[in-house]
C-alpha cells in the first residue's frame, strides 16, 4: 500500500460521475488518483457541450425524479440529496451564472462546457479544503481487480489494478475504488463497454447494455418478391436525408399499454428518424422492437389543426393546380410532408380526401431496429443496482463502488442524464469515504 497515511483511492473514469466522486473524496482527505484511457479529461462531457451544455432541467423535483422510469425511485434517493437546484448551486461555486432556457433546461450562461470544466479541474488540483486529485491520463484500465486482503478494516484491505499506458503496464493499489468508466455510447471517447465482462468474471451482475436516446430504421415498402426492407425510398432518402421536421406530433402506445406523445421535432435520415422528440420516445420504442420485432408510431404533421378543419381544406377545390400546390397552399405542407405521406399511402389514398386528411393527422410509421450503440447518445443496462447497496458499493466486491452510466438506470436528454450521473458519483465518493473510516 501506499506509505502515505491518508486512504488511498483508484477511481477510474475522468467523467462527470469520476470527477464528482473525486470532488468528494478530495474533501474529505483522502489520497484521490484518477485514471482515464483518453489524452484528457471529460471527453463526452466536452461533446455534449458543443450545442449548449444542458447541465440540468428546472422542472419540480417530483416531475423530474419520473424522468427514470423504471429506476424512478432509486434514483430519486441520488437526487433528492443532490438534485437539479443543487447542480446550480454547485456551478455557481465554480464561478460560473445559469438560465432556464423556454423549455426549460438549464444551462451556464455562455453555454459552454469548457470553462466549467476548467474550473472544476482547478478546484480539484488545488482545493482550498482537502487533499490535491492526482491525474493519470492514457491510463486504460485492463480489467484486473484482486482484491489483497478481506475488506474488514480498511487499515489492511486493498485492491491492486493495473493499467496499459504508454509506458507499458503499471499497477497501483488502493484502498477503495470508484468505478465510473461511462456506458457503451460514443467508443471513441472512451465509453466503449469493455468493462462488462470483467465485472461479470468477479461476480458482479451486469445487464446488457442497449442503445439509450438513438434513432431508429423504418421499415421500408416490400420488395417485388414480397420480402421486407429497410429504409425510406430511394426518392426520400436521396432528397430528405438529414432534413428536420417541425412542429409535429409523435404518439405511440406498446403492448403494454405504455403512452408517449409529445409535440416537437425530430430529423429524417437515410434509414429512419432521429432527434429530441425521437430520442424521448426512445426506450418504448426500443422496448417494443426488442420484444415484437417492431414498433409502429404514429405522426400528426398539423397539430394544431382540428380534425374537421384539415378535412374541410383537403377538400378545398384545387381547380387546375397538382394536389402538392394545394396542399402546400392550403395546409403549408412541405415537400418533406409530401414525401412521408407518399411511403405510407397508395395513389389512390392520396386523391382519397378523406384517408389523405386522416394520414396526415395519424399517419403510421414502423420502425423495425435502433442504431448501433456507439451512435446513441447514452446507453441503458449496465451494473444492476440491485447488485449494490445503498452507497453503490458492489456487494461482491466490498470497496469497490460504482457511478455514472455505468449503472443500469436511462434518461432522456435534457438535463436528466448529467444530473444523475453528477449525484450518482456524490453519492459513490460519500460511499467510498465512509467504507475507509470504518
Not at 423530474?64 to 434517493?77: G, I, L, M, W
Not at 466503449?192 to 458482479?204: M, N, R
Not at 415498402?221 to 417541425?246: E, I, V
Not at 407518399?342 to 442504431?371: C, F, G, W, Y
Request: aromatic share 6%; proline share 5%; hydrophobic share 45%.
Amino acid at each position: 500500500m501506499t506509505d502515505s497515511t491518508q486512504p488511498q483511492v483508484a477511481i477510474i473514469g475522468a467523467g462527470p460521475a469520476g470527477l464528482m466522486a473525486a470532488e468528494v473524496l478530495s474533501a474529505a482527505g483522502a489520497n484521490v488518483h484518477v485514471y482515464d484511457a483518453m489524452p484528457s479529461v471529460g471527453r463526452k462531457f466536452l461533446l455534449a457541450g458543443l450545442g449548449g451544455l444542458n447541465l440540468t432541467h428546472a422542472e419540480p423535483l417530483d416531475y423530474f425524479v419520473q424522468r427514470y422510469a423504471e429506476r424512478s425511485e432509486a434514483c430519486a434517493a441520488w437526487l433528492n440529496a443532490f438534485g437539479p437546484q443543487a447542480v446550480r448551486d454547485w456551478a455557481q461555486g465554480l464561478g460560473l451564472d445559469t438560465f432556464v432556457g423556454s423549455s426549460q433546461r438549464v444551462f451556464p450562461t455562455d453555454m459552454k462546457a469548457a470553462p466549467l470544466l476548467r474550473a472544476w479541474l482547478h478546484r480539484l488540483r488545488h482545493p482550498t479544503q482537502g487533499t490535491p486529485v492526482t491525474f493519470h491520463m492514457r491510463h486504460r484500465w485492463n480489467g484486473a481487480l484482486t482484491q489483497t486482503t478481506a475488506a474488514t478494516a480498511p487499515s489492511t484491505t486493498g485492491f491492486e489494478l493495473s493499467f496499459d499506458t504508454p509506458n507499458g503496464l503499471q499497477t497501483t493499489q488502493a484502498h477503495a475504488v470508484v468505478l465510473a468508466l461511462g456506458g457503451g455510447s460514443w467508443a471513441k471517447l472512451g465509453s466503449d463497454g469493455a468493462w462488462q465482462p470483467w465485472l461479470k468474471a468477479v461476480g458482479v451482475d451486469v445487464a446488457p447494455l442497449r442503445p439509450a436516446n438513438c434513432g431508429f430504421d423504418v421499415q421500408g415498402r416490400a420488395s417485388a418478391d414480397g420480402s421486407a426492407t429497410t429504409g425510406w425510398s430511394q426518392h426520400l432518402a436521396s432528397q430528405f436525408a438529414g432534413m428536420p421536421l417541425k412542429s409535429v406530433a409523435l404518439s405511440f402506445t406498446d403492448t403494454q399499454g405504455r403512452s408517449f406523445e409529445r409535440k416537437g421535432e425530430f430529423v429524417v435520415t437515410a434509414t429512419g428518424i432521429e432527434g429530441n422528440l425521437v430520442y424521448a420516445a426512445a426506450a418504448l420504442l426500443r422496448d417494443e422492437i426488442e420484444g415484437h420485432g417492431h414498433a409502429t408510431l404514429h405522426l400528426n404533421l398539423k397539430p394544431d389543426f382540428t380534425p374537421e378543419r384539415l378535412l374541410t381544406e383537403v377538400k378545398h377545390p384545387r381547380g387546375s393546380r397538382s394536389l402538392s400546390s394545394h396542399l402546400k397552399s392550403r395546409l403549408n405542407l412541405t415537400a418533406l410532408h409530401l414525401a412521408l405521406l407518399h411511403e405510407v399511402l397508395s395513389k389512390d389514398a392520396m386523391n382519397d380526401p378523406a384517408q389523405l386528411a386522416a394520414a396526415i393527422k395519424h399517419l403510421p410509421i414502423t420502425l423495425t431496429a435502433a442504431r448501433p450503440i456507439d451512435e446513441a447518445i447514452s446507453s441503458a443496462g449496465g451494473v444492476r443496482l440491485e447488485a449494490l447497496n445503498d452507497t453503490l458499493m458492489s456487494t461482491a466486491l466490498p470497496g469497490v463502488f460504482v457511478a455514472g452510466e455505468m449503472l443500469d438506470w436511462e434518461a432522456p436528454t435534457g438535463g436528466y442524464l448529467l444530473t444523475a450521473c453528477l449525484a450518482s458519483g456524490r453519492l459513490a465518493g460519500q460511499g467510498a469515504s465512509a467504507f475507509l473510516s470504518k
